[in-house]
């Protein structure tokens, strides 16, 4: 009875210690390289993915769209040296370790449309806003 148990005991020893171990290996690719003209300090994602925010040496915020398009560029003065998405995607928080500061920047994404073929009423330079209420239920 003590050999059975012993040999119990020992089969999954022995199984453990002749099993070779796998390695954890990582793929990878760079799917994308974002070419910048100025030096990046910090870069920030938006939690979407949408938006690449890179802050420069030269006191700006470089604004690409997800597929590496540059968009717009945002002056913010060479004493922020530090760049994170708030919880929304428009807000950007940003830092100075010299100022001892944090500043809130809030973005307005603004969308150009191409309405030149498109039938209208009233006159053609006529101010047009669009209000969106998001929260209606």
Known sequence: MNNKLAALLLVPAVLLTLCTHGEAEVEWDVTKTLNI????LDVAVSGNGRWVF???QQGS??????????EDEVSVGKHIDGIEVGPEEDV???????????????LAFIQ???I?????????DAPVEIAVFGDFQ
């Open 112 to 114: 150009n449309f191409d």
């Open 37 to 40: 003209k100025k030096t990046p």
């Open 54 to 56: 890179v802050l420069t």
């Open 61 to 70: 915020i470089l604004i690409y769209s997800g597929d590496g398009r540059l």
């Open 116 to 124: 030149s073929n498109s039938p209208f009423k009233g006159r053609v």
């Open 92 to 106: 950007l928080l940003l830092s100075s370790r010299k100022n001892k500061t944090v500043q809130i920047l809030l």
